[in-house]
């Protein structure tokens, strides 16, 4: 086994190894979110629609459907929540209907497919891949403080397969 620093053999010099650094994981796309103010991150929130916009057709109206044409913020939006998260959020005592809603559509109707007590990893990924179920989790950003938001009221974030 090497050695790990000290002198290197014939020449009497020291030699420094450096130690091993932890995988660093790839960098996500750069945030659109624009926290200056809360106006500017309601902007953020609902771009490519002007605020005025919004008020004027959409609120309290009729729903508003966004989609990202953009790549990369598109990107940026698929990172904040991602499935590989549910087995570290799983770890910390997340329970049922507190923390973690499971559901699905049948008939067109909500199905809340919730267990009692803690919430299980296994379960919560055999739920979403085996039952198609969506996982609501209360609070996001009690979990990933990016997804903060400037907002902690009545957040949620939804993991959902895509059809």
């Known amino acids: 086994m090497p050695k790990k620093g000290g002198k290197q053999a014939g020449t009497g010099k020291k030699i420094h190894v450096p130690?091993?650094?932890?995988?660093?994981?790839?960098?996500?796309?750069?945030?659109?979110?624009?926290?200056?103010?809360?106006?500017?991150?309601?902007?953020?929130l609902i771009f490519p629609i002007k605020q005025e916009?919004?008020?004027?057709?959409?609120?309290?109206?009729?729903?508003?459907?966004?989609?990202?044409?953009?790549?990369s913020v598109a990107a940026y939006y698929r990172?904040?929540?991602?499935?590989?998260?549910?087995?570290?959020?799983?770890?910390?005592?997340?329970y049922y209907g507190q923390d973690v809603n499971i559901c699905r559509c049948v008939n067109?109707?909500?199905?809340?497919?919730?267990?009692?007590?803690?919430?299980?990893?296994v379960q919560l990924k055999q739920d979403f891949d085996q039952k198609k179920a969506t996982i609501q989790f209360h609070q996001p950003q009690r979990f990933k403080h990016i997804v903060h938001f400037s907002n902690s009221a009545f957040s949620f974030a939804y993991l959902s397969l895509t059809f």
Do not use: H, T
Request: with cysteine; glycine share 4%; proline share 7%.
């Open 19 to 44: 130690c091993k650094r932890a995988k660093v994981e790839e960098s996500f796309s750069p945030s659109p979110m624009n926290c200056v103010s809360p106006e500017s991150v309601f902007e953020s």
């Open 79 to 94: 990172s904040l929540f991602q499935l590989r998260d549910l087995k570290e959020l799983s770890s910390q005592g997340l």
């Open 108 to 121: 067109g109707k909500k199905k809340v497919l919730n267990k009692d007590g803690k919430v299980s990893y």
């Open 53 to 71: 916009n919004f008020f004027k057709e959409y609120w309290e109206q009729k729903p508003l459907l966004i989609q990202r044409d953009d790549p």
